[in-house]
């Protein structure tokens, strides 16, 4: 089966049969293709000339001789009767080649589908506008077919990393921190924010990183335990996304029911006094493991783990792409407070972003 079929009425208005076959051929080149001549001229040398080219492009023309007077609908039926292209159009001999013929471009729906024939559709057309210039010349053999995409938004938004990560980022940036501790947040979100704005990061995660990216330390390490770093000594330590997954597997780290708490007690531990620690994990109005995928938390799980020497400033959370935020930095009442928003604001699956500050 052929990508294109092209069935070109000859009634005798042009007089340059041949160049013009021998130019669709050139510039379809590339193109698995055929002409399918009807030929309605009584011009005994233009019949000849049709027949020359059959001769020459067995594999590429095919003649139909015909009566004269035919109209365009009557040419198209007769010229699908010998098509083998699932795609196919009428053209007049001596007819402007140009990319808008292909507007008019058919395609047989038994044999190719839309987003088949979208492609076949604009590459034709890129063909005839690139024809006779120099420089990215199509060739078939550089094909790398994208069917989807135009059906596709603009950009693809996870409804937890892509707002937390520009929400913690903008905090951090205004916050006017040069140095930042990170345990396992996302390199190609939060991280990448933080280094466009000049912004240092050591980063701690239990998997290796084989990149080497400006403006960030990497050290493979068990956020359990952040071995080499001394107490009392980060003035500044986010983990985002991370803490959920903790002891469960997932990345290659030791099965551990406690790792979630573990990994809180040492960020507690490295945080100097009025150090800054940002943290979020997935919280909803039921605190479940979905293993070995994540934890889900009530929110005041978290505030109730960390305890003593953490004071809580903010509570922010993401429910499909809303933001919600409590300044918490005076509230005498945060569990009442994070209580109803549990019960009564969250879904199942929301984004939590907690604010601590050590005392």
């Known amino acids: 089966m052929r990508e294109l079929s092209l069935i070109m009425l000859c009634d005798g208005r042009s007089r340059s049969v041949y160049s013009y076959a021998e130019y669709i051929n050139a510039v379809f080149s590339e193109v698995d293709h055929e002409i399918i001549i009807i030929n309605a001229a009584e011009d005994e040398q233009i019949s000849e000339e049709l027949m020359r080219i059959e001769r020459e492009a067995p594999d590429k023309v095919a003649l139909i001789n015909c009566p004269p007077e035919l109209n365009d609908d009557e040419a198209l039926e007769i010229g699908l009767e010998y098509a083998q292209g699932v795609s196919f159009i009428l053209i007049h001999a001596g007819d402007e080649l140009v990319p808008e013929l292909f507007d008019s471009l058919l395609y047989d729906e038994a044999l190719i589908n839309e987003n088949r024939f979208r492609f076949l559709h604009t590459k034709f057309c890129y063909i005839l506008q690139s024809a006779g210039k120099e420089g990215f010349e199509y060739l078939k053999k550089n094909d790398r077919e994208c069917l989807e995409d135009r059906d596709s938004d603009a950009g693809n938004i996870d409804l937890h990393y892509f707002y937390q990560d520009i929400y913690v980022a903008g905090r951090i940036f205004r916050a006017g921190i040069k140095h930042i501790y990170d345990i396992g947040s996302r390199i190609d979100g939060f991280i990448s924010h933080l280094l466009s704005m000049g912004i240092k990061v050591t980063m701690v995660d239990i998997r290796p990183l084989g990149y080497v990216v400006e ?79 994540h934890r889900i938390f009530d929110p005041l799980t978290i505030i109730r783990e960390v305890g003593t020497g953490l004071n809580i400033e903010e509570f922010t959370f993401f429910r499909n792409g809303k933001r919600t935020t409590y300044d918490l930095s005076r509230a005498s009442e945060t569990e009442e407070v994070l209580e109803y928003t549990r019960d009564n604001m969250m879904g199942p699956y929301d984004c939590g972003i907690f604010i601590f500050r050590k005392v």
């Open 215 to 293: 403006g960030l330390d990497f050290v493979q390490g068990n956020a359990t335990e952040l071995a080499g770093i001394p107490d009392d000594s980060v003035s500044c330590l986010s983990s985002l996304h991370a803490l959920e997954h903790f002891g469960l597997g997932r990345y290659g780290d030791p099965v551990d029911y406690d790792g979630w708490k573990k990994a809180l007690y040492q960020y507690k531990r490295v945080l100097k006094k009025d150090g800054y620690l940002y943290l979020s994990v997935p919280v909803g109005n039921t605190e479940r493991v979905e293993f070995n995928a």
